[in-house]
């Protein structure tokens, strides 16, 4: 079958295909999937399909099978995860994540996000001001009014609380 062949016989019997595998399957998306990878396989051997009789079947078969074979690995799939139980509960966040998000929150965008490439992400200055696309200079006084911004709002929901950025009495 020469490539124009193979053209002209895709355009009339996909869609007569597609509506087969679709009432097989149920799912008209699937139906075209495997349909598609039947032709795909068709496609390779396209020079041998004269001597086949029957192209249509041998499309439908393929496209069956490759449904089939989708159906039981779906069918495997779920029952593993039947099998498998959930886990009891996820612990929530605890109270020093939440209290360092609602922190992190009334920080401007630009302290913010030098505060969270920084010592999140663990960027070193430079790599934020790449990201960022500030100056050095202009990061380093983002991170320090971040974290002085950052201290006062921690400080005030627990005062004994550790300041953010603070190591051996002085500020990163």
Known sequence: MT?????AFYATAFPR???QLYAFTGDHGEAQDVVQEAFVRAWDRRERFLADSAPEAWIRTVAMRLAVSRWRRAKRWLE????????DSTPGPGPEHTA????LRQLPEAQRMAIVLHH???LSVQQVASETGAPVGTVKARLTRGRAA???HLAGDE???PV?????GRVR
């Open 150 to 152: 950052l201290a006062l």
């Open 3 to 7: 490539e124009d062949e193979f053209d």
């Open 120 to 122: 999140l992400c663990d």
């Open 159 to 161: 005062p004994d609380a």
């Open 164 to 168: 953010l950025g603070k190591e051996s």
């Open 100 to 103: 360092l998000v609602a922190a």
């Open 17 to 19: 295909l597609t509506g």
């Open 80 to 87: 593993l995860v039947r099998r498998t139980p959930p886990p």
